[in-house]
């Protein structure tokens, strides 16, 4: 069964079919990705959630082309770029696939003054440019991200956390790419500036029409940047839904879990809230296997025949409840 | 309001970093009360750890206490320069929980020995004695099996177990004032939840007072009875946890509010807080918040405000609180603190 939502009349810029990711030789072997399709839209934000462990991050690597995939492909634009693929295709992929990490003081190289380090895709992939072509590329991208042109002659010790951050969203965006993954961008981040790098984002999809990967714990943040959430347990997707639909109707009981867990700016909340614990044995899958089903449009859940009957008698509930 | 426990009176503390001094900590001065859960929120550099870690004598090398006292049992704490005379405190009195399990660990040793070790250490318990009492902190700390678990190392158990086994540590002798440093940070937001209110548990068991640095205003709203708010090395608003996240304020404390995506809508900009804090190697005229702050007035880039008192437990730092000065108005955000008295979502 594919589960694209064939309905859907958006265009999928990513379709990420049956991913398998396992880590290890024959009897060491650990399958971290467990069989995982969705597709990302052209423009929009898809947010990955999910606890440290459950293969949110290999998603990214693998859709990136960093880590092998075991099973199942990806594809970009329609055409396959998982396993072997021809090089114009991989060159393609390089350049406008990209990837902002999570903490800018151990991902920008401490020797390299900014100018390398943000225009270092630009030598594998453009080696026709001029130096001076590169530099004026260089400028462009640190003034998109906010920053001087003459930070370009400094080194990263220099920079504040924030401004880091800036600097190596602005490595992606020399690039001209057209599907950002960004991996836990804000969580190394202190509070007001995860407020600017946020913003940042949404500045640039608006001015670009980037697609970005969204790949996150908190799903507080998601909740404000985010068109769709996946939410992923162990190498399996559980739910996957539009932030609306996700936040007003999650089914899953993982997904309840990780939504109880979510600390709120609120005392009155917080006092009286009461974590769910998620706990396998709920589920009774012995004699009827979970499948991925569609129970309103566009919101998918991992549920068998039993629990899915449940799911749709609580949307139904809400609904009427809220009218 | 109880007793204090712990005084802090207009503390300086610099540090000197390649030949220039770094005041990092400006004329501070704070009550801890006993049995109270105090927050201490900032960004990082703010001091929020720098301060906590002058009580346990815990400075680097290049850092001392410049002026001011730490009332701590009737002694001045801030004094104290031998190691000796520390640990009588460290430890045995005030107890710490660092934010990553993993190096706070050491991984050669059985976590029953790390434990064991601080037992013998401050409470001179050896052999069976000891035993039980390891036995008995695990489960307090919710480690199950612990005849097992304490045989093991520290990478046999997860990140939030490892945390655990730190707070078990940190409680064995059972200290009056436990410190909590971002002890969740590195935590998944499930295991998050579980230990806080694993400390809010051991609070209650262990009377203990409780002062946890944080810079996730969620986590504060969980646990804190009190919130000090720090920035550039100074308390600019200190308050119950109702006041700060009701009724707010210094324009710092709104601007860290109005900045979180909690509060924010999609679609429209989030409040992000312009510039970056002072350098505090040079000395700061006036507020030190004045050149981010929107609502800056005259005075603030010449005098240092004073507190104002908004309640007997609520002051603030900020010259907007003068009778004088102009009535502003909190970012429009904040009233969303009230408004989302429920959740973020809602369950069918």
Known sequence: MSLADHNNPREALIQVKDLHISFGERKRRFEAVRGVSFDIFKGETFGLVGESGSGKTSIGRAIIRVYETSGGEVLYGGQRISGKIDKDLDRRVTREIQMIFQDPMASLNERAKVDYIVAEGLYSTEKNLTRLQRQARVHEALMDVGLLPEFAARFPHEFSGGQRQRIGIARALVMNPKFIIADEPISALDVSIRAQVLNLMSKLQRERGLTYLFISHDLSVMRFICDRIAVIHRGLLVELASTEQLFRFPLHPYTQALLSAVPLPNPAYERKKRPLIYDERIHHYENNEPTWRELQPGHFVLANDEEARGYEDRIGAVKAAQG | ?348
């Open chain 2, 1 to 348: 309001m109880s007793e204090p426990i712990l005084q802090v009176k207009d503390l300086n503390i610099k540090f000197s970093l390649r030949g220039r001094v770094l005041h990092a900590i400006r004329g501070v001065s704070l009550d801890i009360h006993q049995g109270e859960s105090l927050a201490i929120v900032g960004e990082s550099g703010s001091g929020k750890s720098v301060l906590t870690k002058s009580f346990m004598g815990l400075l680097d090398a290049n850092g001392w206490v410049d002026s001011g006292s730490i009332i701590f049992e009737g002694k001045d704490v801030a004094n104290y320069k031998t190691e000796k005379e520390w640990l009588s405190i460290r430890g045995r009195k005030i107890a710490m929980v660092l934010q990553d399990p993993m190096t706070s660990l050491n991984p050669l040793k059985n976590i029953g020995k790390q434990i064991g070790e601080a037992l013998f250490l401050h409470q001179g318990l050896k052999g069976a004695q000891a035993q039980e009492r390891i036995r008995e902190i695990l489960l307090d700390v919710g480690i199950e099996d612990p005849q097992r678990r304490m045989k093991q190392y520290p990478h046999q158990f997860s990140g939030g177990m490892r945390q655990r086994v730190v707070i078990a540590i940190a409680i064995a002798c059972q200290p009056q004032i436990l410190i909590c440093d971002e002890p969740t940070t590195a935590l998944d937001v499930t295991i998050q939840a579980q230990i806080l209110q694993l400390i809010r548990n051991l609070i209650k068991k262990y009377n203990l007072t409780t002062i946890y640095i944080t810079h996730d205003l969620g986590v504060v709203a969980n646990i804190a009875d009190r919130i000090a708010v720090m920035y550039a090395g100074d308390i600019v608003e200190i308050g119950t946890c109702d006041e700060i996240f009701y009724a707010p304020k210094h324009p710092y404390t709104w601007a860290l509010l109005s900045s979180l995506p909690q509060l924010g809508r999609k679609g429209e900009e989030l409040f992000a807080i312009k510039g970056t804090p002072p350098n505090l190697f040079n000395e700061v005229a006036g507020d030190a918040f004045a050149p981010r702050n929107p609502f800056a007035l005259n005075i603030d880039f010449k005098e240092r405000p004073p507190y104002f008192d908004v309640s007997p437990t609520h002051r603030v730092r900020s010259w907007l609180l003068d009778e004088r000065a102009p009535k502003v108005e909190p970012p429009e955000s904040l009233k969303r603190i009230d408004a989302q008295g429920g959740s973020l979502y809602e369950f069918g």
